[in-house]
């Protein structure tokens, strides 16, 4: 009798479903269509100046320059306090404030607390831009709101706000 050795059958592949459906993906993904989504509702909205809405009609604004539009305060900001609140670099961040600064959202001007430094602050084209940003949000989430129902939305609105304060 001839013995014939079989190959061992290959190892089944590592389950790897938890890579598409964890939390940080979900969150991620989420906030990508958010912003999409308010990019969108600006692009259309009739008060933006023209020259705005054309420019994110052709996807030329992205989610990067909505951090700006998030995160400088309405004082004004240090180039380095807006990429800390960010999360960017400041290399990073001063790319965008340039660009902003071409498209006349945003001006540098001498801080009043150290002349030496400057800060960033919006111009009365960028408090529109802001504004419009304020609408958009606002019927995003009402939209959020309407697609997952009022519960559930406050429950992830509130679970949100709790981790991000830990």
């Known amino acids: 009798m001839l013995l014939v050795a079989l190959p061992a059958p290959e190892p089944a592949p590592p389950d790897?479903?938890?890579?598409?459906?964890?939390?940080?993906?979900?969150?991620?993904?989420?906030?990508?269509?958010?912003?999409?989504?308010?990019?969108?509702?600006?692009?259309?909205d009739g008060e933006v100046p023209l020259a705005l809405a054309h420019l994110a009609e052709r996807d030329q604004v992205g989610a990067a320059h909505v951090h700006i539009t998030r995160h400088?305060?309405?004082?004004?900001?240090?180039?380095?306090?807006?990429?800390a609140h960010a999360g960017m670099s400041k290399q990073a961040m001063?790319?965008?404030?340039?660009?902003?600064?071409a498209w006349g959202l945003v001006r540098r001007e001498p801080d009043p607390m150290d002349r030496r430094a400057r800060r960033i602050v919006f111009t009365a084209m960028g408090l529109q831009w802001l504004d419009a940003f304020r609408r958009a949000v606002a019927q995003a989430e009402g939209e959020f709101r309407s697609q997952?129902?009022?519960?559930?939305?406050?429950v992830v609105s509130l679970g949100l706000e709790a981790y991000a304060r830990t």
């Open 16 to 44: 790897d479903r938890w890579r598409g459906g964890h939390l940080g993906r979900l969150l991620g993904e989420a906030m990508r269509r958010f912003d999409a989504r308010v990019l969108q509702l600006m692009a259309s």
């Open 72 to 83: 400088l305060s309405l004082r004004g900001s240090r180039l380095t306090e807006l990429a």
């Open 94 to 101: 001063g790319d965008l404030v340039v660009q902003c600064e």
């Open 148 to 154: 997952v129902g009022p519960d559930v939305a406050t």
